[in-house]
């Protein structure tokens, strides 16, 4: 089930939960039309959607959970349901952000817009580069509602053909403005190692950002306050681990990613237009970092040390956040790690509104016991995220 059908009398696009980002935008493109979807081609749609999803056009049209305008479900017992605004809205506004939960979705139909020609690519830098990389970083995402069409991701990456640290940036405008004044302190920024930047299309950038694949990965988030502070602390211990696993494994023997990006406090704004989501991200008061910890080993065998060293390296940023009030509890899904508690994290509210809707439309828990992996909703104790917040 991986088709995308263009609808030119109510500008949306139904997709069906199989594809593929690649295939998504190379059906829509050749119609001079755009969704606001994955950053990389080799992301699925469905898990990627209903986790909330980032797109490059998060700053300007919100998260793409809220892009959707209906789902078409099919439920624990069977029925086929469309969920909108105005049909099963509970479940409409549970499925955006809530997983796995309440059923499969088979369509998801999505607001369209014009494609425009993008500017934009990836611009590698040393690492010595580092800390200017993270004052730009936090005065780009300050700033973010000054340009909202541009966005970027800065990451750390332990490269082991490379056998060091490098610095990769990715700068998109989503207007297709060539070196837009968002980025002028970025593109300041020297010496470059090598730069794609150009005017292209989605299809182009999207496959550049592609996961190397290969190795047995585990990836970790954090979200926290635009506090450069904590942002170094995350990049000084991501050293630190880089060279206990070089130790460990030989310097061939695993890869690293400290990812920090910019998450848009206006999301939740623009959330309510369409019927709002169950992320809780009203409570960002300010523009907040997304902090993604990957570590992958090229031997199974190092997995599970590869693993407890990356979390302990995560446990060390939170900490760290925590003492100097810097950090905020959203977890976000799509970036967790089995061991943290995305939904948990929402706020009670959302989930008390979870669990009713969970149980309102699956009260055999058929997506709570029988269908393996993700997060679930029933393993989240009320009563704690209550007692926490208050
Ligand atoms: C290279 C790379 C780039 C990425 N870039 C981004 C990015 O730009 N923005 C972002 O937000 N995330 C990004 N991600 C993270 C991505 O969103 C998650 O990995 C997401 O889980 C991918 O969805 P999937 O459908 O491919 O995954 P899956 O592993 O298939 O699904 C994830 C979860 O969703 C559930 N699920 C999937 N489809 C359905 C369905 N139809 N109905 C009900 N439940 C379903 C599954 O049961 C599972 O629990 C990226 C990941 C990679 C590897």
Redesign the pocket.
Known sequence: MNATKYHAENDTASIQ??S?WGQVYRTLEGQGIAVAG???S???????????????YTGKRG??CDSVVRFE?VLANGDVVLADKENHSDLFVA?KGG??N?????R?DLETFPSTAIWGGIVMYPKVVGPQMINVLSAFTANIGEDPASSS?VAWLYLPTVKDTLIMATYENNEGVINAPAFKEYLAVQPQISSTLRVTNWTSITEE???PGGLDKS?FTLTFKNDVRVMRKAVELHEALVEEMKATTGEEGFSTICMLQPLPAVTSRLAEGNGGNVLGLERLEENAILFLASMGVVDPEFAPLGMKKAQDWVGAVEAYAKSLDADIEYL????AHGSQSPLRSYGSENVAKMKKVATKYDPDRV?QTL?????KISQVDEATVIRDEL
């Not at 269908?371 to 997060?375: I, N, Q, W």
Request: glycine residues 24%; aromatic residues 18%.
């Open positions: 939960p199989g593929r994955g950053r990389a080799s992301v699925g749609v469905g898990g990627f959607i209903l986790g909330g999803g980032i797109s490059y998260l793409v479900v499925l997983s796995s309440f059923g499969i979705v088979t998801f991701i950002l592609g996961d990836w976000f899904l799509n970036y997506f269908l393996p992996g993700g997060f």
